[in-house]
């Protein structure tokens, strides 16, 4: 495998895409057709310019000696220029010394550098990883946990790490900060919440409280998808009952196996839904009932289907 090479080729392909671009109507819809013609991927030919654009970052404006490229790995080069400068310069000195640039060794770098320096962590943190008191892969991940989280709640988990800065806290906190943010983000998508004041915040301090939270994480996750698995059940139910309805219009006394098909569809495209679960289920049904409401009329129902099995 020829690093250089394959740079050098995506070199050409970002040429020919900005070509493109400055002759057509800059949607590189032109650009597309010459990689159809040239029997080239769009991932194949975005991932050579991505890389290309990683080599002008690191070798034309950055550490990195031209002729010690070949010492990297495809996905280690890529990586290492998105790191930061500080840790480029550290691998690049360690490339132009001979060394072989592994992607493992890369996130080992990034991972020592991010848990000795990041704001995100308290100083007691950050003075042990440096110190090797703490292994930087545990602290690692908590600084990604908590860069997704608002300060405040930031901040109460330093407060936690503060007061007791060892490696079984910083996993524990950083299992906290992960369910708190999959609770965030599954509840903002979730249509039953914007019903009346709920307070998701207040909720998830509650649950912290009681050490349910990855419950209640898993709960929220549970809800965003059954209310997407409903919203998707709707419009393939009202296109299933239009196509029924044209079927039937269309079919008569002279195609008995049609109208009998069509019969046996009414008990997935009609207003109540019955559907096997299957021998794995001890042969059990389940019955929906789909009743379309006008948004006015909505007034908080606990359950927009009504749901029983028999």
Not at 98 to 122: C, H, M, N, W, Y
């Amino acid at each position: 495998f020829d690093l250089q090479t394959e740079i050098w080729r995506g070199r050409i392909l970002k040429a020919v895409r900005d070509r493109e671009r400055r002759g057509g109507e800059g949607r590189g819809t032109g650009f597309l057709q010459w990689l159809r013609e040239q029997e080239i991927s769009k991932t194949r030919a975005y991932g050579l310019i991505q890389l290309a654009e990683s080599a002008e970052s690191l070798v034309e404006q950055g550490p990195l000696d031209a002729g010690s490229v070949n010492q990297f790995s495809k996905r280690a080069f890529m990586e290492t220029a998105q790191a930061d400068p500080e840790v480029q310069l550290l691998i690049s000195e360690a490339a132009n010394g001979g060394e072989q640039i592994t992607r493992k060794s890369v996130r080992r770098l990034t991972d020592d550098f991010t848990s000795a320096t990041s704001p995100l962590l308290p100083e007691e943190i950050r003075q042990r990883t440096a110190n090797n008191l703490l292994p930087s892969k545990a602290v690692a991940p908590l600084v990604r946990e908590l860069s997704k989280l608002p300060e405040q709640q930031q901040e109460d988990l330093r407060r936690v790490l503060r007061e007791e800065p060892e490696l079984e806290r910083v996993k524990d906190v950083t299992s906290t900060a992960r369910w708190l943010s999959k609770a965030a983000e599954a509840g903002l998508a979730v249509r039953a919440f914007q019903q009346g004041e709920l307070n998701l915040e207040k909720a998830m301090q509650e649950a912290q409280r009681l050490d349910v939270l990855g419950l209640l994480a898993d709960a929220v996750g549970q809800a965003q998808q059954l209310e997407s698995a409903v919203l998707k059940l709707h419009t393939s139910w009202r296109r299933l009952g239009g196509l029924q309805e044209r079927l039937w219009v269309e079919s008569g006394s002279s195609t008995p196996h049609l109208r009998e098909l069509l019969n046996a569809l009414q008990g997935l495209s009609g207003s109540t839904m019955r559907v096997s679960l299957g021998e794995l289920a001890g042969g059990k049904r389940v019955r929906l009932q789909l009743v379309e409401e006008a948004p006015e009329q909505l007034e908080a129902p606990a359950l927009p289907t009504t749901f029983s099995a028999g």
